[in-house]
């Protein structure tokens, strides 16, 4: 009797806790419930003047929802927290020296982040030297995309093809497709320093299927890249021999054509707008998160 006297005073005191917590668990969630939205997720759209008293009122997606939504998608994006401060707001176009195509590839930028379409298709190819904020343009306009909502993925070009590589050893349990699914699929990619990697035919072959699969299912790609834009073999010819470019160009050997081929350079033509940067590498005399370029 003395046992089961004390197994009910353990058992009483186990149920008053779980109302205690049931309790406190109730006081918190109403607490935590949108002013807005009830924590039904919908909030009812404003009466217009032409129907005042509609009673069949339209709604929409809460803030609360929309917020927690871009929140989900800018952690899936993959940016790099060396970017992760990049915004088109902090994009600066004023420093001393600026060159003009600054400015105008932050208006461009901006305008394709406000007028996106995912039915069109269309992507971004942005070219420029190194420091000139290529990436700082690319991660700004994913981050405006996804606060619409958008799916978006970035990937530095070198750090893709690793990762393709890495899924063809035994040992490891992500498969090609595991790897290349989400960079087929996502709405928005951005494809970081493409031609970073000397060709092979791996690369080549690699290159061409991403960028066809996404072509083909009309899918919008950003990529950014340091190499000129010009077909293969043809730069030096272009150049005064005793130019500063012609001298980069000894050192870097290589144009867009020359690391992914000609016909892929094409495609990209098809695929993107253009927008090219000039001027000098910015991050050397960078002070501040704001000035900081890639």
Same mark, same amino acid.
């Given at each position: 009797?003395?046992?089961?006297? %004390? ?28 002013? %807005? ?135 490891? %349990? ?77 050192? %870097?050997?290589a144009t867009l ?12 033509h098809e695929m ?23």
């Open positions: 009797m003395r046992v089961q006297s %004390q197994r009910r005073k353990i058992l009483g005191r186990i149920e008053l806790r779980r109302i205690e917590e049931a309790g406190l668990k109730l006081v918190k969630t109403a607490a935590e419930l949108c002013p %807005q939205c009830a924590g039904t997720g919908w909030k009812t759209l404003s009466a217009t003047p032409s129907a005042p008293e509609d009673k069949d009122r339209r709604v929409t997606r809460c803030d609360c929802q929309l917020r927690a939504r871009s929140q989900t998608l800018l952690t899936g994006a993959r940016i790099p927290r060396r970017y992760e401060h990049c915004e088109l707001g902090s994009y600066t176009t004023d420093l001393p020296g600026a060159n003009p195509s600054l400015a105008l590839a932050l208006i461009s930028a901006s305008k394709f982040a406000q007028e996106y379409d995912p039915r069109e298709g269309a992507g971004l190819l942005i070219i420029g030297k190194i420091g000139t904020g290529k990436t700082h343009l690319a991660v700004g306009i994913i981050k405006e995309l996804i606060n619409k909502g958008i799916p978006c993925l970035f990937y530095d070009y070198r750090e893709l093809l690793k990762e393709i590589q890495n899924s063809y050893n035994t040992t490891v %349990q992500t498969t090609e497709l595991d790897v290349l699914r989400p960079v087929f699929e996502t709405d928005v990619l951005v494809l970081d320093e493409l031609g970073a990697v000397k060709p092979t035919e791996w690369v080549g072959d690699t290159v061409s299927l991403i960028l066809n699969a996404r072509y083909n299912d009309n899918r919008t790609t950003i990529i950014t890249t340091n190499l000129p834009n010009l077909k293969k073999g043809t730069y030096k010819s272009n150049l005064i021999p005793s130019s500063k470019e012609a001298a980069e160009q000894a050192m %870097q050997d054509g020359d690391r992914i081929g000609e016909p892929m350079r094409s495609r990209l993107c707008r253009i927008i090219e940067l000039d001027g000098d590498d910015f991050r050397k005399g960078a002070r501040s998160a704001s000035a900081r370029f890639r």
